[in-house]
């Protein structure tokens, strides 16, 4: 069955950077849209960032464009997402996504790894 | 402020059918039958229910569909159980240069 595990959360100070990583299994991570999903504490989703199946398009919402870096390797069927310059309104539950062939929604999400952005 | 705008909660009785709202605009949710509803239980992961506006993923329950008329998409829960008890987030594909837009999330109280 379809599995994501993200992991990589953790506390970081502001100005700081982390690496979150999602592995995949269960489906042939190479066909497939990923993408990366927040949730601040008791707000709703947020999207963040997709990539393209051979990594040749990435889009980012406007609040992390010039500060995260999404990036895939097929071959370890690993998602990651690079989150530099953190903020205090950074501060969430990130989610990891595959987005369903050809569409515009969310198949299969993992169960989120938790960033805090604090000093 | 998200782009989507829900009610913050809705309530029904077991057994009841409840309707949740979500209303964008021609750029989002009239403008394409992208959208797009998702249950969230506490401490959990979102999970899909509803895409292009009408369609259930297999395995979900036949007491949930969703409609759009206009700039406005529609889930309903017919029959409710107590475990339909959860946030429910819409979602639909914009044509401005992000990608989907979330409302704000509806809390589903069950009496």
């Known amino acids: 069955q379809v599995q994501l595990v993200e992991s990589g959360g953790g506390l970081v100070k502001p100005g700081g950077s982390l690496r979150l990583s999602c592995a995949a299994s269960?489906?042939?991570?190479?066909?497939?849209?990923m993408s990366w999903i927040r949730q601040a504490p008791g707000k709703g989703l947020e999207w963040v960032s997709y990539?393209?199946?051979?990594?040749?398009?990435?889009n980012y919402a406007d609040s992390v464009k010039g500060r995260f870096t999404i990036s895939r390797d097929n071959a370890k069927n690993s998602l990651y997402l690079q989150m530099n310059s953190l903020r205090a309104e950074d501060t969430a539950v990130y989610y990891c996504a595959r987005i369903s062939t050809g569409r515009y929604y969310f198949d299969y999400w993992g169960q989120g790894t938790l960033v805090t952005v604090s000093s | 402020q998200s782009a989507l705008t829900q009610p913050a909660s809705v309530s029904g009785s077991p057994g009841q059918s409840i309707t949740i709202s979500c209303t964008g605009t021609s750029s989002d949710v009239g403008g394409y039958n992208y959208v797009s509803w998702y249950q969230q239980h506490p401490g959990k992961a979102p999970k899909l229910m509803i895409y292009?506006?009408?369609k259930r993923p297999s395995g979900v329950s036949n007491r949930f569909s969703g409609s759009k008329s206009g700039n406005t998409a529609s889930l309903t829960i017919s029959g409710l159980q107590a475990e339909d008890e959860a946030d429910y987030y819409c979602s639909s594909y914009t044509s401005s240069s992000t990608f989907v837009v979330f409302g704000g999330g509806t809390k589903l109280t069950v009496l």
């Open positions: 292009d506006v009408s």
């Open positions: 990539i393209s199946s051979s990594s040749s398009y990435t």
């Open positions: 269960g489906f042939t991570f190479s066909d497939y849209y």
